[in-house]
């Protein structure tokens, strides 16, 4: 296969392009609302099955579902063609909002949760895969941003939606309503989309996925360690992780024998591959990890009720549509995603190292101003690594490699989070009850902070800016390593749609293959 043919659009017509785009939206809309909506329906959810101990559960399940299957979905869609693999991602997922909607029992809504994940995690990989065949390199970057606006608007409203479902309608309706909407978008892609199918014979590589499976859904319960287990030292904990290094390892060996990798070692002989990883890894540490710490960070430290610290999102928000939206438009322009990884991880680092000398009581201008920044730095590089892996890879491994760069960024923010976790718990359990007329600083909620005296709440503020000073340290060193990363990338000039490939250029994707 040469270059030419790699970047040739699946549909010619540009109208019928954009509508398969709109639902290729809907379902990535559905697939990541679906965990943000059900947090503020979890209290009502435990209301009427009980079992506390496990609601955690009802998010960490598809969690770990969706994170196990995003590799194979991605090698899947290479061996057996995007379009059938993606609507059987689709009503995986339908089927389990309704098993979800329908749900007898705590038990039987977590096991529901795993079936969603199942589908969630083969729709958020295939549908980067399938925009892949859609757009050709420099357009693609222009429609991704406008996937980060979708990503972003999921996590803005979800809570929200939530919340006024369940008021309304009851807590059933936010997994049934995926049920008809699952049926428009199945046969939208059903008439509308292509069958592409792959010029090689399927081999599957069922050892890797099952080791593979068996690797990350260890590290997302090593990174929740603390909420299951009581202490990312407890020996649940440890031996997980122990376990986790030897699947690892063993998967390694596995994928260096198989015919068809689930992810072919070959990528990573080139260094963009690697690079790109680990910039997603840092992405997802600072976008995704440290969204629900801003706002435990606001409602604390400055006094804002939730509702008001939600509203202080928008500046975030707001942000991320700036930047994500500006960098599509220049890298399709341009064709250079370099600057925009370098630039991202600067504004992240400032922001974070600046929130981090914040004193408590800050004006909560300052503070908006650099949630703002921060959020102009995450829309900057939102797409660069699923971009610039796309663009490294064979044809025949594009959706492999869009696989792995969405795993390694929901990966790093699993592990983010375990660690922003760690770092409150240790510096607020220092603070014990040195506080007066505080037992336990840990169950003060906005309102009991707001009923208490001015000295006491002002102390209490300041024990969690000292707790955060150095989460968001840790935050800007993880960027600093972002950075550091951006840094070393080459400066890849990506194709355009016309545009002639050298001799060197073919030479090199054929010897990918």
């Not at 997994?175 to 399927?202: C, D, E, Q, S, W």
């Not at 004193?359 to 650099?370: E, K, Q, S």
């Not at 829309?379 to 792995?404: K, W």
Request: proline share 4%; glycine share 10%.
């Amino acid at each position: 296969m040469d270059m030419q043919t790699k970047f040739a659009p699946l549909v010619a017509d540009h109208k019928r392009r954009l509508i398969l785009f709109l639902f290729l939206m809907t379902a990535m809309f559905m697939a990541t609302l679906d965990n943000q909506i059900v947090s503020t329906a979890l209290p009502t959810i435990v209301g009427e099955f009980g079992h506390l101990e496990r609601f955690g559960w009802i998010g960490s399940a598809y969690l770990l579902s969706l994170s196990a299957v995003m590799p194979v979905y991605g090698k899947l869609g290479d061996l057996f063609g995007r379009k059938y693999v993606m609507m059987t991602a689709i009503a995986i997922f339908t089927i389990g909002s309704a098993v979800c909607g329908l749900a007898v029992s705590m038990d039987t809504l977590i096991a529901a949760r795993v079936l969603q994940g199942l589908g969630g995690g083969g729709i958020l990989v295939s549908i980067f895969a399938v925009n892949a065949d859609l757009f050709e390199p420099r357009e693609r970057a222009r429609y991704q941003s406008y996937s980060s606006l979708v990503l972003m608007a999921s996590g803005a409203i979800g809570p929200v939606l939530g919340g006024t479902m369940s008021d309304l309608f009851g807590w059933r309706s936010i997994f049934l309503v995926n049920v008809p909407i699952g049926f428009i978008v199945l046969a939208g892609l059903a008439t509308m989309l292509p069958y592409r199918k792959p010029a090689r014979r399927p081999k599957i590589d069922y050892a890797g996925a099952i080791v593979l499976a068996l690797t990350t859904t260890s590290i997302v319960l090593a990174a929740d360690g603390t909420e299951l287990f009581g202490s990312l030292l407890s020996p649940q904990c440890l031996g997980i992780i122990a376990f986790g290094v030897i699947c690892a390892i063993a998967w390694v060996f596995i994928e260096r024998r198989a015919p068809e990798p689930i992810v072919p070692m070959t990528l990573f002989r080139n260094p963009t591959f690697g690079l790109l990883l680990i910039i997603s890894i840092t992405s997802g540490a600072v976008a995704i990890g440290m969204v629900n710490y801003f706002a435990l960070f606001l409602q604390t430290t400055t006094g804002l009720s939730p509702s008001m610290a939600g509203l202080l999102f928008i500046l975030l928000t707001g942000g991320i549509v700036c930047g994500s939206l500006s960098a599509g438009r220049l890298i399709a322009a341009k064709g250079r995603y370099k600057p925009f990884a370098i630039a991202s991880a600067a504004c992240s680092a400032i922001a974070f190292a600046s929130i981090a000398v914040l004193p408590a009581g800050t004006p909560v201008v300052f503070i908006g101003g650099l949630m703002l920044l921060h959020g102009i730095g995450i829309g900057l590089a939102q797409q660069v690594p699923v971009i610039g892996v796309q663009n490294a890879a064979a044809a025949r491994d594009v959706g492999a490699a869009t696989g792995a760069v969405t795993l390694s960024r929901m990966g790093g923010a699993s592990i983010a989070i375990s660690i922003y976790g760690a770092i409150i718990a240790a510096k607020l359990g220092n603070v014990g009850v040195s506080i007066a007329g505080v037992s336990n600083i840990e169950e003060l909620t906005p309102k009991m902070m707001a009923a208490l005296p001015e000295a006491t709440r002002e102390a209490v503020a300041n024990a969690y800016a000292s707790a955060f000073s150095p989460l968001f340290m840790t935050a800007a060193g993880i960027c600093l390593i972002g950075l550091l990363t951006s840094l070393t990338l080459k400066n890849v000039q990506l194709p355009g749609a016309t545009q002639k490939f050298d001799s060197s250029t073919t030479a090199a994707a054929h010897a990918a293959e």
